[in-house]
């Protein structure tokens, strides 16, 4: 029943469209007359093969990806990403630039200094993760292979409103937790990568979109399960991938598909990060979102109490009142909202009708 369901604000695994669910449990126990449920099909069969590549034909409308790009169904997470995309893209000796704008550009980073020499020529950790930098001071290393960048960083709420043109190399960007909340020119990125679990379908799917002159010079120590070439060439088959969270994947993007498209879903989604930020910034300080305005995310919402012993009571109440999983990131404390693409309007409206009476109440 609808009215059981709560308003979750995960940072992922994160809510889905509830009519997602509902016509995936409608089609569990027999898809399609196939007689199967989509988690008992073989990857190989006819009924599978029109799921993925539905999939895939629904992304590349829905982002528009040009002909000369490789859409890839992974698994092992963004964080397999974080060792696949150097051991693809160069060799040890290659430099390459990360842009630190949060801890998951950090771990990305960190883990390229094992399979080539990355170097990190930009990074806010000093301003505690509020900014990224001014585009015209970034002075990339002579012949990297790449320019990394995390385009929304879930944990501190920072995301790239532009993106940088690399003076050297393709940029590669992590898109975990922004992938497919608003149009993206594909065509100006070399790699884009994604856990799924946020935006677009349960964990356990990683998608990668790839410029196809790249693929095809991973390191001879590459996995087998890492190489673009093998995916590629094998249209993601080349072992059993992650099938019913793929089929999930298709109904989202089905779905966003039947609300407009990505133009539809960004005008939603920043009109609920509006209405959340603005009670944040008209609180008086009671609440407080330490980010640069004009790179908050429009996805995850991190804000600390002015007071802060009441930050275990903010999420206890909250809770009481069907709007769960609002405690900030253990590494920064606070109160983080995700508020992702199925993420209603009415959740948010809640909670900021929540906010103001906690904030009277305390005040
Ligand atoms: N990158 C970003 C931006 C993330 O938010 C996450 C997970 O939350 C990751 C990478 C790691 O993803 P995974 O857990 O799928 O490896």
Sequence with gaps: HAQDRVFNFAAGPATLPEKVLLRAQSELYNWGGSGMSVMEMSHRGKEFL???????????????????????????????????????LCSPDDAVDYIVTGSWGDKAAKEAQKYCKPNVIWSGKSEKYTKVPSFGDLQQNPGSRYLHICANETIHGVEYKEYPVPQSGVLVADMSSNFCSKPVDVSKFGVIYAGV??????????????RKDLIGN?????????????????NSLYNTPPCYGIYMCGLVFEHLLEQGGLVEVEKNNKK??????STIDESKGFYKCPV?????????????LEKSE????????????????????RSVGGIRASIYNAMPLAGVEKLVAFMKDFQAKHA
């Design 292 to 304: 640069e305005k004009s790179v908050r995310s429009l996805m995850n919402v991190p804000f600390t």
């Design 218 to 234: 991973a390191q001879g120590l590459t996995p087998v399960m890492l190489d673009f070439k093998i995916h590629d060439d094998n």
């Design 50 to 88: 029109s799921i993925i590549q539905k999939a895939e034909s629904d992304l590349r409308t829905l982002l528009q990806i040009p002909p000369e790009y490789s859409v890839l169904f992974l698994q092992g997470g963004a964080t397999t990403q974080f060792a696949a995309v150097p051991l693809n």
């Design 272 to 277: 609920k990060a509006e209405i959340l930020y």
């Design 310 to 329: 009441l930050e275990g009571e903010f999420v206890k109440e909250a809770a009481k009142e069907k709007m769960v999983q609002l405690k900030g990131h």
């Design 197 to 210: 679990q946020k935006n677009v379908g349960p964990s356990g799917v990683t998608i990668v979109i790839i």
